[in-house]
């Protein structure tokens, strides 16, 4: 049946909060078995109440502990067909702030940053390509960015190059993968409403300037990432391989 993932074996990292939690939610509630990995735990927590969602403690950046949280899940579960790589932070300094600029940021910003958006994508892409190779089936989404395919003035330098490195990883990903039938895209999300710039509640004047860089002049709602994420985790998806799909309101156009 077409966008069925009942039965399906999903990690999900970055499943505490904004993206990764609707993404986990929406598919356990499809029926998937979904596996929600976050270095939080407060938050782990809070989807430990989810129906259908198991939660695991897991920093990316760590490569050893995302190769054990995978052999783990294929251990318990017998096999591992969908993973999203989809943890990541954003730190402040976009081009107009003094920190933002590529004579002032901060170096040890720089590298934290990239631990984690770039090395844990490359650590849960990897580790995710072991089981799958073996079944000779899986499909590999991570989050990139609408600020990996351009410039971005309200961003820093370490989130615009680690999000346009995780495109490429992508494809080139996609491309070793493809003989095992293992699929690997990206979609790249324009400004949505998470907890992604501190957490609590947004603060009007951010999210409106936030909203103005979008064509239909408003932040995302992360349900609105669900249809995207049921596609890709699906077989509907079964021909799409080595590709980005933004789902950003038109911000590209802008
Ligand atoms: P969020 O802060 O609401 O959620 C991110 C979750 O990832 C948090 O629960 C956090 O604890 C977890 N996390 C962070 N570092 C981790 C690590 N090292 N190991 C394990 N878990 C870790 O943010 P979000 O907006 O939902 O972000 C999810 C992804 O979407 C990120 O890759 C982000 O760059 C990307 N993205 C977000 C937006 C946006 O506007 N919100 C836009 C484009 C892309």
């Given at each position: 049946?077409?966008?069925?993932?009942?039965?399906?074996?999903?990690?999900?990292?970055?499943?505490?909060?904004?993206?990764?939690?609707?993404?986990?939610?929406?598919?356990?509630?499809?029926?998937?078995?979904?596996?929600?990995?976050?270095?939080?735990?407060?938050?782990?927590?809070?989807?430990?109440?989810?129906?259908?969602?198991?939660?695991?403690?897991?920093?990316?950046?760590?490569?050893?502990?995302?190769?054990?949280?995978?052999?783990?899940?294929?251990?318990?579960?017998?096999?591992?067909?969908?993973?999203?790589?989809?943890?990541?932070?954003?730190?402040?300094?976009?081009?107009?702030?003094?920190?933002?600029?590529?004579?002032?940021?901060?170096?040890?910003?720089?590298?934290?940053?990239?631990?984690?958006?770039?090395?844990?994508?490359?650590?849960?892409?990897?580790?995710?390509?072991?089981?799958m190779?073996?079944?000779?089936s899986g499909s590999?989404?991570?989050?990139?960015?609408?600020?990996?395919?351009?410039?971005?003035?309200?961003?820093?330098?370490?989130?615009?190059?680690?999000?346009?490195?995780?495109?490429?990883?992508?494809?080139?990903?996609?491309?070793?993968?493809?003989?095992?039938?293992v699929?690997?895209?990206?979609?790249?999300?324009?400004?949505?409403?998470?907890?992604?710039?501190?957490?609590?509640?947004?603060?009007?004047?951010?999210?409106?300037?936030?909203?103005?860089?979008?064509?239909?002049?408003?932040?995302?709602?992360?349900?609105?990432?669900?249809?995207?994420?049921?596609?890709?985790?699906?077989?509907?998806?079964?021909?799409?391989?080595?590709?980005?799909?933004?789902?950003?309101?038109?911000?590209?156009?802008?």
């Open positions: 049946e077409i966008f069925d993932v009942a039965g399906s074996v999903v990690l999900v990292t970055g499943a505490g909060s904004g993206i990764g939690r609707t993404i986990a939610e929406t598919l356990a509630a499809c029926g998937a078995t979904v596996i929600g990995a976050d270095r939080d735990e407060d938050r782990l927590g809070e989807i430990k109440d989810t129906q259908g969602v198991e939660p695991v403690h897991l920093d990316v950046a760590d490569a050893g502990a995302v190769d054990n949280v995978v052999n783990s899940i294929v251990e318990n579960h017998g096999r591992l067909d969908v993973v999203f790589a989809n943890a990541g932070i954003a730190r402040g300094g976009g081009l107009t702030t003094p920190q933002g600029t590529i004579d002032a940021f901060d170096l040890t910003a720089w590298h934290e940053l990239l631990d984690v958006n770039v090395h844990g994508v490359v650590h849960t892409v990897r580790a995710a390509a072991r089981p190779k073996r079944q000779a590999i989404v991570v989050t990139a960015s609408t600020a990996g395919l351009r410039a971005d003035p309200l961003v820093s330098y370490s989130y615009v190059v680690a999000k346009a490195g995780v495109v490429n990883l992508v494809r080139q990903a996609a491309l070793d993968l493809a003989r095992w039938q699929r690997v895209n990206a979609i790249a999300p324009g400004p949505f409403k998470t907890n992604i710039g501190g957490g609590g509640p947004i603060d009007p004047a951010v999210e409106a300037r936030w909203g103005s860089t979008v064509a239909l002049g408003r932040m995302g709602e992360t349900r609105e990432l669900r249809g995207l994420a049921l596609l890709l985790a699906s077989n509907a998806s079964s021909f799409m391989t080595g590709c980005v799909y933004p789902v950003d309101g038109g911000a590209l156009l802008q």
